[in-house]
T-cell receptor, first 114, second 112 residues
């Protein structure tokens, strides 16, 4: 079955620490890849997306992600987190012929302590 | 430009009651989607629409119906609510399949 897996459900780290969130998918065809963020009490916002081209994608708020096709992975990174990065992070995938339907991972709750 | 809006923001229903959630977008987007968000499960697609007058089933369509009579509106209906439908419901829209999907603020529904 097609699926999106996020490696960690909960991550706790201190300000200025580096963050890496894993995401793997199990689709065999051409995919579009996304990371969304949901701050407490808010709706989902797009952090970054990959459609084609350079596999290292830079997004908003200092986040970046790397698409590694051979590993079916799209990991999210940030070199130095801030308290304001406390949020839930979702990896999502669409197949290019799927009418844009998003398949989400279960999410990773990230808590950044001062 | 309000983006994607959802009505209502909160609702409590008793088992067996019906209700309709309204999603509206003012971006002239063709594609609209309804998702539900449950703890530890991410967002799951309920129904979607690829244009006015068209709808299709997503991953978890049972117990829900939808309509897209106007391009800007996408309605999600629960005919007979069940406690398993307690969730946060998000609507989303996008212009084309290669474009960013924009989400509404969500509706928190509790079924007692």
């Amino acid at each position: 079955a097609q699926s999106v897996s996020q490696h960690n459900h909960h991550v706790i780290l201190s300000e200025a620490a580096s963050l890496e969130l894993g995401c793997n998918y199990s689709y065999g065809g051409t995919v579009n890849l996304f990371w969304y963020v949901q701050y407490p009490g808010q709706h989902l916002q797009l952090l970054l997306k990959y459609f084609s081209g350079d596999p290292l994608v830079k997004g908003i708020k200092g986040f970046e992600a790397e698409f590694i096709k051979s590993k079916f992975s799209f990991n999210l990174r940030k070199p130095s987190v801030q308290w304001s990065d406390t949020a839930e992070y979702f990896c999502a995938v669409t197949l290019t012929d799927s009418w844009g339907k998003l398949q989400f991972g279960a999410g990773t709750q990230v808590v950044v302590t001062p | 430009n309000a983006g994607v809006t959802q009505t209502p923001k909160f609702r409590v229903l008793k088992t067996g009651q019906s209700m309709t959630l309204l999603c509206a977008q003012d971006m002239n987007h063709e594609y609209m989607y309804w998702y539900r968000q449950d703890p530890g499960m991410g967002l799951r697609l309920i129904h979607y629409s690829v244009g006015e007058g068209t709808t299709a089933k997503g991953e978890v369509p049972d117990g829900y119906n939808v309509s897209r009579l106007k391009k800007q509106n996408f309605l999600l209906g629960l005919e007979s609510a069940a406690p398993s439908q307690t969730s946060v419901y998000f609507c989303a829209s996008r212009r084309g399949t290669a474009d960013t999907q924009y989400f509404g603020p969500g509706t928190r529904l509790t079924v007692l």
